[in-house]
Structure formats: structure tokens, C-alpha cells
């Protein structure tokens, strides 16, 4: 190699010393190569390259030479995607100029980020490269720098957006943010004018052991003879993927698993130098009051907290396998009363401070959520729905530095699943980026044709109009929260009927407008509150100094109305900016 490169070099026509004139005429040819890659040409592609056996390539696979084996692949196999950023050329000697670019190529699903390099030569047929290579970056590499400019910046701290803004990033993170960013020398720059800027969304209530539909919900509407859970489970364990795009697609960067299978305390590294996937925090299985049959032969999602011994236990279970945190699943009936299961959720809380993890409740009712409180829940991710909070529960949730995650819309997904299944009709899915993959569609169609067996219509509207009284309630509970000045971050419940994994997110902020929040606290809600209800305020959440670039870019402005949420143009996370029709496309 060393011989070939001594060679190239001293066949360089001679030049005057003119280094400006060989970088200009090296980044013509650089430009030009990149470009016929994003517009296929082949023709443009292979004019930039040596016409000789001298022509050099290296690679994973090793050395190659020689122009003609070169150019009979060429175009063969161009990317979906090529983003070519942060050149740098370097003068070797007259006529000679060495350069490198960062890329990242997209074939399908499949993506590769890396480095490439190249030698230019100035031949007698003009400036050509003679030496050309790429190799993957190993998982983890910070993207390279990026400038966004001239947005309106929402930096997610509820202050008034700011026009005219650049957004700086470097090495991931932010490096400055505001109208005096000035953009550094080479950097890559996205001209973001007549957009708007804000953190990436947070769902801080998912669950990924749940597909969206009834199949992971049988409890609900079973659908085993054709979907057996079994299988249905296996999947969600072998493909999380799939719903960590959609995540990233409809602009949510991070999300909060409150309770699963154990394999959901996974996830955190299956994703953790993955940029098509959110940041994930997960509690893995719930301490639930209820034994519930939710479970499988040899793993459980739900561990019976029948005593305080068992909540203890469960409780130890969860530290030593990673959970972020203790979630209690807080269901009272006629045999679960709030006085039997209350001394059970405070050994829970006990054991979960002594071990330092946050305890999170489930609890939708106003005497469990005040014993929940009383326990130490410093996250609700359910409103109270039952009756009107009242001032105990307000001076409980500030004792603690509660925050509440009202979670409005997920009854509402079980609501138009069955009117589907008794109406013959599909159900309308609120997916404006195409963020939902084509398996998960079908199933929802798939409802309209199932038997429903002894489910009425009757039945049906009578579940409506209980699901309208219990959001009316949980709505004007909201809104005395705010009032209050009690912390609301956002969440979906996500994985229910209905409620589906990334685009269910703009439902809940609408409905949180509709409570009487303002846009700007429903951002805030959406973006710094809920980092703290994750855990991650230091690393994501807001749009400053050092913090993680994972934003979201909008064609609408949020503070008017956060409607515009669903008009994504661009999703950052970790530095690695994507347009949402490159998301929309990997998201299927």
C-alpha cells in the first residue's frame, strides 16, 4: 500500500504551490462524488475516480486496486440514505490533497455510520480520487457536529421561544443554543427558518410487554385461539425494535417502561447506542395488590403483593435486576379493600427507600392514590378518576415532591376497540407521520372483522359513557393539580388497546390542552417534568449547554397550539438529525 501511495503521489502532474486552488479543486470533486451517490448516478459517480489500475480501495474487506472491477459495481447497490457531514481536507504536496468525511448510509432498515477517506490527485484528465476507503465506527461514537439555524428555540424550561435561533451540537450534546450561537467554520448546517426547535417528547408511561391491541391484552378482549399470548409475548421480547421507531418517528426521544417482563430491564442497553431508538428507563415487573393471571408459565409480570413480607421481597427482587424504580400496580375491589393493602404498599415504599429507588403508583381511585402518597409515591401515573382530589391529597403530593402523570386518553383506546369490533368498521388511527408499522396496523383492522361474540352495542355505549364520566373527573382533577402548582409530566400508557407505541403521544397533549394546561406547560410537562419522572434531568429534557441534542424539529409552533407536535420535520437524538421521511420509511 505504501509503495502504491509513494507511486500516485509522484505521478502527480507538477503544480505551483497553490494550496487554496487544490483544497477548492479537491472539495469540488469531494462534493461532486457525494452528490451522485444521493442521485444515483453512476456516470457522475465514476467520473470522479482514477481511470487506472493504480485506482486504491480500502475496507473492511481489505485492499483492493484496479479501476475496472471498480467501476463494473458501481451502482449496484446505492444507500436509501447518505448523510455525508464534517469534511476535512488536507494539502499533502501540489497536486496532492487528503480528505476525510463522516457518513451515515441507510440500505432499508439497515444503517452503517462511519468514516471515509479520500486522496485526491491532480492527474492529467483533472482532479480525480485515487485513494479512496470507509469503515464503520464502532456503536457509541458520537455523531458528528451539526448546526441547526435560524429556528424558533422552546427550550423546554417554559420560557418564551426565541427567534432567530441556532442550535449548535457537537459530539452530541448541545453545545450552544440561542441567537448569539455563531456557527463554527466547516460544520454542516440544516436551515431550520420557519421552524421550531424543542426537546425531544417524553412518554414517561409505556410498556413494551404490550403490542397496542388486544392480543397482549386478553384479560380485555381475547383474541388467544388466533394470537396465542404465549407467541405474542415471545415477539414483543425478540423485536422491540419495531415500537422503539415508532417512538423516534412520531418525535419521542426518551420513555419511561413502568412495568413489564423482566426482559424489559434490557432495554436501557439493548438501545443505549442505538439513535433510531428512544432512551429507555424501565421499573421491569410490578408489585401488583391484585394476583393477577397476566403472566406466563415461567415468567411473571406481576408479583402478588399479598403481604408485607411478599412486597419486601418483590421489592429486593427488583434492586438486584436493575429496575430504575418500584412500580405498584394499586387495584382495590370488594376483597382488596384500601385498609388490607395499604400496610403492603407502605412495606413497599419502606423497602424501596432503603434500597434508594422511587416508588411509582397506579392508582385510580382517591383513597388508594392518598395511601399510595402516604407510602412515599413520589410519580402517580394514573389521575384520580373516581371523585375530585381533595386538599389531603394535594398537601400529600407536595409532602413528597410528587409528580403526576394524568394519563387521560388510554381508557379511550379500549372505548374505539370495541366499537370497531361492533360496528364492522375500522378504527381511525392518529398517525400523521406514517410512524406505525405495517404489523401493528393490520391487527388493528383485524378487530373490525373478529367475532364479538356476546359483546353488544349496548354494552359498548354503556362503557363509553362510564369512560366520559371517568375522564370528565380526571380532566378537572388535572386542572386543580396545575392550579396547585403540583408537577405534571406526560404519559400514554402506551401498549394498551389503541394506544399506540409513538403516535399516542399527541392525543394525551391534546387532551392535557383541553384540561385547561396551557401549550407551554404542556411542553414543559412533555419535556423537563417528565425527564425528572424518568430520572434523566441531567442527561435530556431541555435545550441547554451539555445536555443530550435530542430534539425535535416542527413545521408548526407548539406554544400556540401543541397540535403541531404532529407536524415533525426532523428528529435529533444523541446528534444524529433525521428527517421524518427517512423515519417514517425505517418505522416500517
Request: charged content about 20%; hydrophobic content about 45%.
Amino acid at each position: 500500500m505504501r509503495n502504491l501511495v509513494l507511486a500516485l503521489l509522484f505521478a502527480a502532474t507538477p503544480l505551483a504551490a497553490d494550496q487554496d486552488e487544490d483544497l477548492a479543486a479537491a472539495r469540488a470533486v469531494f462534493e461532486r462524488n457525494i452528490d451522485a451517490i444521493r442521485q444515483r448516478d453512476t456516470a457522475k459517480y465514476l467520473s470522479c475516480y482514477l481511470q487506472s489500475e493504480q485506482l486504491a480501495r480500502g475496507g473492511p474487506s481489505g485492499f483492493q486496486a484496479g479501476y475496472a472491477d471498480f467501476a463494473k459495481n458501481a451502482g449496484s447497490a446505492w444507500p436509501d440514505t447518505i448523510d455525508a457531514s464534517d469534511i476535512h481536507l488536507l494539502p499533502v504536496q501540489p497536486g496532492v490533497v487528503y480528505g476525510t468525511y463522516r457518513y451515515r448510509v441507510r440500505y432499508g432498515a439497515e444503517e452503517h455510520s462511519g468514516i471515509s477517506e479520500r486522496l485526491f490527485l491532480r492527474s492529467s484528465d483533472g482532479w480525480k480520487i485515487a485513494i479512496t476507503g470507509a469503515i464503520d465506527a464502532p456503536p457509541g461514537t458520537p455523531a458528528p457536529p451539526r448546526a441547526l439555524i435560524g429556528a424558533t428555540l422552546i427550550d423546554g424550561r417554559g420560557g418564551a421561544p426565541v427567534a432567530n435561533a441556532n442550535v449548535i451540537i457537537r459530539d452530541g450534546k448541545i453545545d450552544c443554543a440561542g441567537p448569539a450561537c455563531a456557527v463554527p467554520e466547516g460544520v454542516a448546517t440544516i436551515d431550520a427558518k420557519g421552524m421550531w426547535i424543542t426537546p425531544g417528547l417524553i412518554d414517561a408511561h409505556v410498556h413494551f410487554s404490550q403490542t397496542g391491541w388486544a392480543d397482549a391484552r386478553p384479560d380485555a378482549l381475547d383474541v388467544r385461539a388466533k394470537h396465542p399470548y404465549e407467541e405474542v409475548e415471545a415477539d414483543l421480547k425478540a423485536n422491540p425494535q419495531r415500537f422503539a421507531r415508532s417512538y423516534v418517528c412520531s418525535g419521542v426521544t426518551s420513555v419511561f417502561d413502568v412495568g413489564g417482563y423482566p426482559w424489559t430491564l434490557q432495554l436501557h442497553e439493548m438501545f443505549a447506542n442505538d439513535t433510531r431508538a428512544p432512551r429507555v428507563v424501565a421499573a421491569g415487573p410490578l408489585l401488583s395488590t391484585l394476583d393477577h393471571w397476566l403472566n406466563l408459565p415461567a415468567e411473571r409480570q406481576f408479583m402478588a403483593l399479598k403481604d408485607a413480607e411478599a412486597a419486601r421481597s418483590g421489592v429486593r427482587y427488583l434492586a438486584a435486576h436493575g429496575s430504575r424504580a418500584v412500580k405498584v400496580w394499586y387495584i382495590v375491589n370488594k376483597e382488596l379493600t384500601v385498609e388490607t393493602t395499604a400496610p403492603f404498599v407502605a412495606a413497599a415504599g419502606e423497602e424501596a427507600r432503603r434500597l434508594k429507588l422511587p416508588l411509582i403508583v397506579h392508582a385510580t381511585g382517591l383513597a388508594e392514590a392518598k395511601a399510595a402518597l402516604r407510602a412515599g409515591a413520589t410519580l402517580l401515573v394514573h389521575s384520580v378518576w373516581d371523585v375530585p382530589i381533595d386538599q389531603e391529597f394535594i398537601d400529600l403530593a407536595k409532602k413528597n415532591g410528587t409528580i403526576v402523570t394524568p394519563t387521560l386518553t388510554v381508557m379511550d383506546g379500549y372505548v374505539r376497540m370495541f366499537q370497531s369490533l361492533v360496528n364492522r368498521t375500522p378504527a381511525v388511527i392518529d398517525d400523521p407521520n406514517g410512524c406505525v408499522d405495517r404489523a401493528t396496523l393490520a391487527k388493528v383492522a383485524e378487530t373490525a372483522t373478529l367475532d364479538r361474540g356476546s359483546i353488544t352495542a349496548e354494552q359498548v355505549a354503556q362503557r363509553e359513557q362510564r369512560t366520559a364520566e371517568r375522564v370528565r373527573i380526571a380532566r378537572a382533577n388535572l386542572k386543580r393539580l396545575v392550579d396547585a402548582g403540583i408537577p405534571i409530566a406526560t404519559g400514554t400508557d402506551a401498549g394498551n388497546p389503541l394506544t399506540l407505541h409513538g403516535p399516542a403521544i399527541y392525543a394525551e397533549l391534546d387532551a392535557m390542552q383541553a384540561s385547561g394546561m396551557t401549550p407551554m406547560q404542556v411542553i414543559v410537562a412533555s419535556t423537563s417534568i417528565a425527564s425528572r419522572a424518568m430520572g434523566v434531568s441531567a442527561e435530556t429534557g431541555t435545550i441547554e449547554p451539555g445536555k443530550a441534542a435530542d430534539l425535535v424539529i416542527l413545521g408548526g409552533d407548539p406554544s400556540r397550539d401543541v397540535a403541531n407536535f404532529r407536524k415533525v420535520r426532523y428528529v435529533v437524538l444523541a446528534g444524529v438529525v433525521r428527517s421524518i421521511e427517512e423515519l417514517s420509511a425505517v418505522a416500517k
